[in-house]
């Protein structure tokens, strides 16, 4: 269990029975009457964000969160396949619950998965992954100089804008937050 003392941004609660993530919060005292904490939820299943207001000292759940590792095996149509490291055990997950991060995974990639009460609720991906670039426009020479890109499409199957001094065949990291282009690897 969680006191109104514990709460900061990021940590997870469970309140009415579903996992939110503390957005914002602030300690309120007003001149006559008990201290209060204002929040903003963000409901870790859907996404949606709400606003609480909590007395102070009040206590909420601490959510059955897990981060285990695994191992992406392969796409089924819309789904992802994950295999426990540990029990060889099969997962698949729907492409709605992993969203724009699946764009980033490679068959055998291991990673950190979010589970909730058991079952997968996000993917914790490194901040920059090295993807091939496997269909680009040519690069012409003297492309070295200014911002000018060009789209590239990745081994995963994503397009990325690249400068123009890219190449087919060529590793790139990639910042899976924003989608766009570091550098060369």
């Given at each position: 269990m969680?006191s109104?003392?514990?709460?900061?941004?990021?940590?997870k609660?469970?309140?009415e029975?579903?996992?939110?993530?503390?957005v914002?919060?602030?300690h309120v005292?007003?001149?006559?009457?008990?201290?209060?904490?204002r929040?903003?939820?963000?409901?870790i299943?859907?996404?949606?964000?709400?606003?609480?207001t909590?007395?102070?000292g009040e206590k909420?759940g601490k959510?059955?969160l897990?981060t285990?590792?695994?191992?992406?095996l392969?796409?089924?149509?819309?789904?992802?396949?994950f295999?426990?490291?540990?029990?060889y055990?099969?997962v698949?997950?729907?492409g709605?619950?992993?969203?724009?991060?699946?764009?980033f995974?490679k068959d055998?990639q291991?990673i950190?998965?979010l589970?909730?009460?058991?079952?997968?609720?996000?993917l914790?991906l490194?901040a920059?992954?090295p993807?091939?670039?496997?269909?680009?426009?040519?690069?012409?020479?003297?492309?070295r100089?200014?911002?000018?890109t060009?789209?590239a499409k990745?081994?995963?199957?994503?397009?990325?804008?690249v400068?123009?001094?890219?190449?087919?065949?060529e590793?790139?990291?990639?910042d899976t937050?924003?989608?766009?282009?570091?550098?060369?690897?």
């Amino acid at each position: 269990m969680f006191s109104t003392s514990d709460f900061r941004r990021g940590l997870k609660i469970e309140w009415e029975g579903i996992p939110y993530e503390i957005v914002e919060f602030q300690h309120v005292k007003p001149g006559k009457g008990g201290a209060f904490i204002r929040t903003k939820l963000r409901n870790i299943l859907n996404g949606r964000v709400v606003e609480n207001t909590f007395r102070s000292g009040e206590k909420v759940g601490k959510p059955d969160l897990q981060t285990q590792e695994m191992q992406f095996l392969y796409h089924e149509g819309p789904d992802f396949v994950f295999m426990d490291m540990e029990s060889y055990e099969q997962v698949h997950v729907s492409g709605q619950t992993i969203g724009e991060k699946g764009g980033f995974l490679k068959d055998g990639q291991e990673i950190k998965v979010l589970l909730y009460n058991g079952q997968v609720l996000d993917l914790d991906l490194p901040a920059a992954i090295p993807l091939k670039v496997v269909e680009t426009e040519p690069g012409v020479q003297g492309d070295r100089v200014g911002n000018a890109t060009k789209p590239a499409k990745l081994e995963t199957g994503i397009t990325v804008q690249v400068p123009l001094f890219i190449g087919e065949g060529e590793v790139i990291r990639v910042d899976t937050r924003t989608s766009q282009y570091i550098s060369r690897d």
